[in-house]
Every structure is written in structure tokens, then in C-alpha cells.
């Protein structure tokens, strides 16, 4: 195309072609995306249009390679190129319109088990390019476009590497999701298999690894405990950052996928859950400790005396044994590295211990219905203090006010901090004796 001859803008509610432009869904650095109503089919489709300076004489030769190779991946998880070509002074590409991409949905949050149901899908449509000897060069959530049905579909065969070559001139693909030896300009097969391994991890962690891509990565902890060890190994062989280490291909994910998928989505057993001493007068103080209206939820056996605890404690209030750090069971999706005990996402510091900062492991913030206090700092103010925390986790100012157990509400003589007395020996925060 003659650079002396722009195309005209395209503009909302104008015709191209047959197809009337209805909003604009998608701007990238190769091309913008617009969804559109084709007045012959009485369809709507969706239009990718590339930046009229990368649309040259030669970019478009290389394209036409490129869409005659992805004419022949025949896959119900690839989605199809409807048609391309110029349409009124601009190229264009047409596809089947989705509900949106992966990348949108990743948004919000996603159940693990929706989200090992779409593994099946992304998995097979890039083994089936690598069978045909296609690679893909930019697999990324943007890429996988979502349909009605639970219905997913990989985009952009061909055009990534046409896209590649114009906007950058190498084998870089988009960052983030970019193989190290494919950011040196030496892409093959394993480069897909590493970008799909951020992709899939993205999915089940809500955490994006990055480099220098240390295992365990962030969030492994939490997977660790809701999914076979199995699925875990898989990752590591495809997120090697030495491409030799790495698996070859996607086809040896998918047999990898389909040997250990029944032991992932098997639903997990409950733990059986430990159980107080049952004999002696001591034993039944615990039990009715355990029963009463506090919020001192889950509670589990000192390690010591086996009386119940919880992980806010800092001494056992039945045999003062100090716990410096407590892994008990938590409700809490990560843990301290300092203090092993339960903390929320979006904390910037452990609301139990007084230590460095800890995230946020995420971007979005979460709400808790427990927050029953406001930070007295009044350049934080947040009101995002849980009973028995002992600092703000957003600023590590320390808590002064203290949370009384209910029903009765007594206070510990030396930390004023509130006890079960009727119950209790020690004070399970400072340890002092109470009997």
C-alpha cells in the first residue's frame, strides 16, 4: 500500500464493506479490533485491522504466507479466519465474534475447578499446531477467546508471527509471556510451551510469575494444598528457563495432562480431623472452649498439651508453651514467611507479627466480613483490622484496642488483651498465669 495514501480513519457507525462498525473492542501495538455487523450474513463478526504504517508490500506477502499455514489448522480450539483481505483501503481480518478473551476473565476471580475445565481446550489446540509443525510465538491470555458454552478458542495462528516480524523485527513476543531464549530472537517449540505454562499458572494462582522465574513461585504454596503434587511437577518441566530442560513440545503436555488430569480433578478428601483428648477433667475444659461463641475459628491442638489453638495466639493458654511460629490450619489463602500464620492477599504486612513486608500478592483488594476495627493511624484509617490481629496490615501500626471474647469479655491483668477466664490458664497473648 502506497504510504502517500492513508486510509482514513475508521470511525464508529461508518461502513467498511459490507460490515457496519459497532464499537471498538481492542487496540495492540499491531492492530485494533472492532466489532461489526455484516449486513449480508446478518451476522456480527469481529474486525482486526492493522496499523496502516505496518501494512506494506512486504508485510503483506509474508501475511498471505502466513494465513495459507493457519488455513490448514483444522481444530475446534483454534478459531478460524473467516476471510482477510483490502476493504476499502484497509486490510482486514475477519473472525467469529466472542464473548471476550481470557485476559478479561482473568479479571475476576476463577474457581480452580473452571479453571482446570479449560486446560483440556488450550492444551489440545496448541499440541494439534505443534503436530502440524506450527508454532505459535505469542500465546498469551489475550489470544484465547472465550464463546457461549464454556467454549474456548486460540486466535492469532500466523498473524503473531506476521505481527512479530513487522512491529519488531525479531522473535520477541509480547512481555511477560516471552520465553528467554524467544527474547533472544531464537523461538521454537518449547518457547509455547513456557508462554502456556505463565498462562495456565496465571489461571489457577491468580500470580504471573516473573524473572528470574525461582521455584517455588508465588502462590505454589497455596496450589500445593488443593491439587495433586503431580500437576506441580508439570509445571516445573514447562516453565524450565533453560529451554533444554524444558519439555519439547505441547504435544508432551498434553500426554503429561491427560496421565495425571483424573487425580487432579478428583474431588479432594477432607482431613480427619484431630480430636481433643477425650478423657479426664482437662479434656472437657477444651471441649467446651472449643464450643463457645468466640471467634477464635479454626482452632486446632497445641502441639504440647494438645489443647485447642489458634493461629492469632502467642502462647498456649492451657500450658504457656510460646509459639514463635504456628502452622495450624487457616482460612487465610497464604501464610507469613516470617510467622507461617495465615495472611490475606492484597496485606502489605502480617497483622500477627511484626515483621517485613509481605506483599501484596495481588492487585485487587479484598473484603473481609471480620473487620470489626479501624486503623488508629490516622494517615491510614483503614478499617481493616480482624479481632486478635496485632498490628494493621496495611501500615504495621500496633493495635491498642483490645478485642474482648465474648460473651463475658474479661481482660488479662497485664496485656489487658481479652481471655476466656473461666477457661484459660495463661493469657494467650503475653502468657502471664491467670489461675
Known sequence: MPESTPPRPIRVRQRLGQYRIEARLDRGGFATVYRAYDTIEGIR??????????????????FRREVRLTATLDHPSILPIKTAGMIDGHFVIIYPLGLGNLATRLEKRMTLHAALDLFDPMIEALAYAH???????????????????GQIRLADFGIARFAQHTVTGSGSG???????????????????????????????TGHLPSWPFDWPLVGSARLRERVHPELLSLFEKML?????????????????WRRIRPKVLRPARRPKRRK????????ARFREFARSPSKLRPLRPCPGCEGPVHESMRHCPWCSREFKKLRVETRFPARC???????????????????KSIG???????????????????????????????????CRTKVVKPYLLKPRGKQCPKCERGIAGEFWDHCAWCGKELR
Open 45 to 62: 463478526v469481529a474486525l482486526k485491522i492493522p496499523h496502516a504504517h505496518l501494512v506494506t508490500m512486504g508485510a503483506l506477502r509474508e
Open 131 to 149: 503436530r502440524q509443525d506450527v508454532i505459535h510465538c505469542d500465546v498469551k491470555p489475550e489470544n484465547f477467546i472465550l464463546f457461549r458454552g
Open 174 to 204: 509480547t512481555v511477560g509471556y516471552v520465553a528467554p531464549e524467544q527474547a533472544l530472537g531464537k523461538p521454537s517449540p518449547r518457547s509455547d510451551v513456557f508462554a502456556l505454562g505463565l498462562v495456565l499458572w496465571q489461571m489457577v
Open 240 to 256: 524450565q528457563v533453560d529451554d533444554r530442560k524444558r519439555l519439547a513440545s505441547v504435544e508432551k503436555v498434553r500426554l503429561a
Open 276 to 283: 481433643f483428648p477425650a478423657r479426664g477433667w482437662k479434656s
Open 337 to 355: 514467611p516470617r510467622c507461617e500464620r495465615g495472611v490475606k492477599l492484597d496485606w502489605v504486612y502480617c497483622a500477627w507479627c511484626h515483621g
Open 360 to 394: 501484596p500478592l495481588a492487585e485487587r483488594e479484598y473484603t473481609d466480613k471480620d473487620y470489626e476495627q479501624s486503623c488508629s493511624n490516622a494517615s491510614c484509617g483503614r478499617r481493616s483490622i480482624l479481632p486478635f490481629s496485632r498490628y494493621c496490615p496495611w
